[in-house]
């Protein structure tokens, strides 16, 4: 009798494990058109029975546990549909690891294959893998992240930057080396670092503002390197919200050019003032920008004060006065208004004013390893920390922070 080859590497066969009556479950544990391969995990009793009614692999051999058991998808079905290459990971006789290709039509048939034979498909890895749900929250965000400088805070928190302050706090305030202000204190430290969390989602927000016609769409060309905006010398060439995406210093950001921003606006330019408020109010970062001799002083304090006072919502405001090829002489009285003189046009000070936009995003930056809030659930928690009237309520938020 021959020996089946699982045995001859002594891995144990799938039929040794224990079983249980866990329900089937399928999840995508990968980022949905993010990769060239994506994973689904299926598990719960009698998976393999299931996985068999739609898989046939290339070998005969028993299933065990570590093998990479490549075939054919073909679905319970009987369909027409061609049959699609997968690769098959047993991990135990209830887990599996489907690893097909990663685009969205791959995934949305093998799931759908296991759901007709009645596999609950889970959309949150959380509540598939049963991990802390602080480290599935971080896989989740580090499939989305797209720069390796997003993706190094995420592996922080998937290493267990967050998980590990959890524990650590809890365990601080139970055996009281450590009084629950502490704990307090820190989680408002952690809290500093929300705009650093919402970068891993989405990219860091860039809004070019100013009165009509000082060079807002030229800057944007200039600071993403390609001709995204229109430019014209009359005001109001640009009436809507304009946007490009770039990597400043590893960082994904994202530029927006707004209209031009003055009282005396027609109705059509008025909507699109609206709109530039609007993105502006938005944004982390605001590019106030203005040129010599530009619009009435009165016009200029209007808008100073409308986005001063969206400062206060922790937005940076950085002023640039741009055409300075057009100031006759060095005017420090009018260049000590700014944090930035530069010309579009010729491309003076345009380094200094990308190496302020690198700095500003660096000083966001955690130091390695830091506990950084990555979705809202873990801010909401912190500020439950920080208002906790007492000992235990802290503690128990500590819990349902790493486990809610
Ligand atoms: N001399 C000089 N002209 C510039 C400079 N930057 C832009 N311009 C010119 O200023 C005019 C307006 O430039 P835009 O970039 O369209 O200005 P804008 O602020 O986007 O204007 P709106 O969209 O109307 O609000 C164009 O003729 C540009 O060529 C600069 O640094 N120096
Ligand atoms: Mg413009």
Same mark, same amino acid.
């Given at each position: 009798m021959s020996v089946p080859k699982s045995q001859e590497t002594s891995k144990p066969l799938l039929g040794q494990f224990k079983t249980s009556s866990s329900p089937l479950a399928c999840c995508v544990l990968t980022g949905r058109g993010l990769g060239a391969v994506?994973?689904?995990g299926l598990k719960g009793a009698a998976a393999d029975s299931v996985l068999l009614r739609c898989f046939q692999p290339t070998s005969s051999v028993a299933f065990a546990a570590g093998q990479i058991r490549f075939g054919?998808?073909?679905g319970?079905?009987?369909?027409?549909?061609?049959?699609?290459?997968?690769?098959?990971?047993?991990?135990?006789?209830e887990s599996f690891e489907i690893h097909c290709h990663g685009g969205a039509a791959a995934i949305e048939r093998i799931v759908s294959d296991l759901q007709a034979l009645g596999v609950q498909h889970l959309e949150s890895v959380f509540d598939f893998g049963g991990q802390s749900r602080l480290i599935a929250e971080a896989n989740q965000a580090l499939m989305h992240c797209t720069t390796a400088r997003t993706a190094a805070v995420a592996m922080d928190q998937q290493r267990g930057a967050m998980l590990n302050w959890c524990l650590d706090a809890a365990r601080r305030i139970r055996d009281q080396s450590d009084s629950f202000a502490v704990v307090q204190k820190q989680a408002g430290q952690i809290l500093s670092r929300k705009l650093i969390g919402e970068v891993l989602n989405r990219p860091f927000r860039i809004a070019l503002c100013g009165p009509p016609n000082v060079g807002k769409s030229s800057l944007l060309n200039r600071i993403v390197g390609y001709e995204r905006s229109i430019i014209f010398d009359q005001a109001g060439t640009t009436r809507d919200v304009l946007s490009a995406a770039t990597v400043i210093d590893g960082w994904p950001v994202e530029v927006m050019d707004t209209a031009g921003i003055r009282e005396n606006a027609d109705a059509i330019e008025r909507e699109g003032i609206d709109r530039a408020l609007s993105v502006a109010s938005r944004a982390d970062l605001v590019l106030l920008v203005?040129?010599?001799?530009?619009?009435?002083?009165?016009?200029?304090?209007? *808008?100073? $004060?409308k986005i001063e006072s969206m400062q206060d919502r922790g937005m940076i405001i950085l002023r640039v006065l741009n055409k300075s090829d057009q100031l006759q002489i060095a005017d420090p009285s009018l260049t000590s208004r700014y944090d930035f003189v530069v010309s579009a046009l010729q491309g003076d000070g345009?380094?200094? *004013?990308? $190496?302020?936009?690198?700095?500003?995003?660096n000083n966001i930056q955690p130091d390695q390893g830091s506990p950084v809030p990555i979705v809202s659930r873990q801010i909401e928690h912190l500020r439950d920390i920080m208002t906790a009237e007492s000992k235990v309520e802290c503690e128990q938020v500590l819990f349902r922070l790493m486990n809610d």
């Open positions: 994506a994973v689904i054919k998808w073909v319970d079905d009987l369909s027409e549909l061609a049959p699609e290459s997968v690769v098959v990971t047993p991990l135990s006789a203005d040129q010599p001799c530009g619009d009435k002083d009165s016009d200029r304090s209007d *808008l100073d $004060s345009l380094d200094q *004013l990308v $190496s302020g936009l690198v700095s500003t995003l």
